[in-house]
């Protein structure tokens, strides 16, 4: 009774938490599948026809596939950058770690705005063809995903000890290719997922720098949703349907990320203790 | 294929701070040595040089004709017991001590051949399918020694293999280690320090002292005669005497006396073992302040405030002949001259 009595509280709290995060999430949700609701408690009617229109919709199914796109190319930007200075960080220079984390702070000690300006004036002095590009959006998003990813990396390395399994593999002769596929990426596979959803989920719901560096030249998910909020003939159960789609993105990857850190956690614990 | 070492004049400096000063060793073939001292005497990173881990600031190494100084870790032919064992958690036991072979590019065939042999010298054979974090310590630490073992190394380096092991599971895993190593005849080199884990296993056992050989000696030479101050504080349970010559003597009480080597104060070492309760009138005046029983040994510990002496000494005897004392009491205590080891300051 006392171990009840005890959990109770949190469980009363837990649902006030969800029920303050996912009821907006359950309007939407609604909403997206309502045929009227105006003033009534629950919608007058339910249809599939705003998601049946959303898929033949040209502009929606290109800022969607588009904005995928750029979150799937900047995942595997950011890993291509950064698995090897992590891993060599660890195993052969530590040092490179200072000027890492250095790089690591900027997009939290700059905002995004200030960010972007400076990427906006840097190609303006030197390289003006990269203006508006996806190339140079792609670009920023790299590096405002690169603290997540680098963190991510970072913890799944010192976790699964990469410079003891580098020297060991050595030991036993095999080339620092041969380490690394064979017995570094398999250790921290479940970190290079979890940096890889990281980037993605940046791309996947920045706006600030996309508004500043290529406007509607190349639509995203958050742009598509700004512009039709602004506009005047803003169709309110499309967007419904764009959040909802953007929400169960981030609940996948969310849930996906929780799984993955369990895993790293309990690859370094012991199953059983025997001696 | 077993090889001698040898390693000439090698020095180490990190950041301009030597860690290694001059380190010259010579290790037959099959021998096992001991590289024994405490924190940062420079034993592990002599070991890292060896296996190829650490570069040296000068100096050379050799296996056998081979100078291996200049050779990558991949290149030496080594086989390497880490610390922390450092096995490949997404590997089996089985997949673990195959690797080396796997990396070779040896058949499938002689692989499991190989790998079958070293899980029997090893008593591993029902866990050949486990994960290291289904292993306990011990079997991890098994697990690591097969692996170095599999390619058949020239040379094996321990570095503190036991040290992570409980008290039971590290003295029976010492013996393991011993008996393998000499059923398959491989140079091998360990890090300690436990000194008991050296003496009980090594052939030689060095003593290392700031980044220089103390002394490397037979476990018995050095426990009977160490060469210097350091080994003598370093190796047994000891007491040591500080003693200014009078008249160009140094004396303890009225027992002790030998000629000084310099008018200088001398360092007299002795055994705990070595020091022995005399009739009340002979020897030094101590109080007893302490008894530790330790099973078939028992450990006094004295104050002695006699004889121009201040300090507190250690006396190992058996059990059964100290039943009778107890702290607070009053005894006299000796040793014979030649069990002292005698070193100018």
Not at chain 1, 84 to 103: D, E, F, H, S, T
Not at chain 2, 68 to 88: C, E, K
Not at chain 2, 112 to 141: C, F, K, Y
Request: aromatic share 6%.
């Amino acid at each position: 009774m006392a171990v009840k009595s005890s959990v109770l509280p949190g469980r009363i709290l837990l649902a006030f938490v969800a029920a303050y995060i996912l009821l907006p999430v359950a309007a939407t949700l609604l909403y997206s599948l309502a045929t009227v609701w105006r003033s009534e408690m629950l919608p007058e009617g339910y249809t599939l026809s705003h998601w049946a229109k959303s898929f033949i919709d040209q502009r929606f199914v290109s800022v969607l596939l588009r904005t995928l796109g750029l979150a799937v190319v900047v995942s595997f930007v950011t890993l291509a950058l950064l698995l090897p200075a992590v891993w060599w960080q660890r195993v052969r220079n530590p040092k490179i770690g200072i000027a890492l984390q250095m790089l690591a702070a900027v997009p939290f000690a700059l905002p995004t705005l200030i960010i972007g300006l400076g990427l906006l004036t840097l190609t303006g002095d030197y390289l003006p063809q990269a203006q508006g590009t996806v190339w140079l959006l792609g670009l920023g998003h790299v590096a405002l995903a690169f603290p997540f990813a680098y963190w991510a990396l970072d913890n799944a390395m010192a976790a699964a000890n990469v410079r003891a399994l580098s020297e060991a593999a050595s030991t036993c002769g095999a080339s620092p290719f041969a380490t690394l596929i064979r017995v570094i990426l398999p250790n921290v596979g479940p970190g290079i997922a979890m940096a890889g959803i990281m980037a993605f989920g940046t791309s996947f719901n920045e706006l600030v720098l996309t508004q500043l560096l290529v406007g509607s030249r190349y639509e995203t998910v958050q742009l598509y949703a700004l512009n039709m909020l602004k506009g005047a003939d803003a169709d309110y159960n499309l967007l419904a349907v764009m959040t909802v789609i953007n929400f169960t993105i981030t609940l996948v990857l969310s849930i996906a990320m929780v799984s993955l850190n369990g895993r790293t956690a309990n690859a370094s614990l012991p199953k059983k203790a025997k001696s | 294929m077993s090889t001698p070492i040898h390693l000439g004049a090698i020095t180490k400096s990190f950041n301009g701070k030597p860690a290694l000063s001059g380190i010259d060793l010579d290790i037959a073939q099959g021998e096992m040595i001991a590289l024994l001292g405490a924190s940062g005497c420079g034993k592990t990173t002599l070991l890292r040089i060896i296996a190829g881990l650490e570069q040296p600031s000068s100096g050379q190494i050799h296996f056998g004709t081979r100078d291996v100084t200049d050779l990558s870790v991949q290149a030496r032919r080594i086989g390497m017991v880490f610390q922390g064992y450092a096995l490949f958690p997404n590997m089996t036991v089985r997949q673990n001590i195959g690797f080396p072979l796997k990396i070779a590019g040896e058949s499938a065939s002689a692989i499991t051949a190989r790998v079958n042999e070293l899980l029997e010298m090893t008593g591993l054979g029902p866990r050949g399918d486990h994960h290291p974090n289904q292993l306990s310590g011990g079997q991890q630490q098994r697990t690591a020694l097969a692996r170095a073992l599999a390619p058949r190394p020239d040379v094996l380096l321990l570095d503190e293999p036991l040290s992570a092991l409980d008290a039971q599971v590290r003295d029976h895993l010492r013996d393991e280690i011993a008996r393998i190593q000499k059923t398959v005849g491989t140079t091998t080199v360990l890090v300690t320090h436990d000194q008991a884990e050296a003496m009980a296993i090594a052939d030689r056992v060095v003593i290392m002292h700031e980044g220089r050989v103390e002394q490397a000696s037979r476990p018995e030479a050095l426990y009977e005669m160490p060469a210097s101050g350091y080994t003598a504080s370093f190796i047994g349970t000891r007491n040591r005497f500080d003693v200014s010559p009078q008249g160009g003597e140094l004396r303890i009480g009225g027992f002790f006396r030998q000629a000084a080597a310099n008018s200088a104060a001398h360092q007299v070492w002795v055994r705990a073992e070595a020091l022995r309760i005399v009739p009340a009138g002979q020897g030094l005046a101590v109080t007893v302040e302490a008894k530790l029983f330790q099973g078939p040994i028992t450990r006094l510990y004295l104050t002695c405030h006699a004889d121009g002496l201040s300090q507190t000494l250690k006396l190992d005897a058996p059990s059964e002949g100290l039943r009778g004392v107890e702290p607070g009491q009053s005894l006299h205590v000796t040793f014979d001259q030649e069990s002292a080891d005698v070193f100018a300051a």
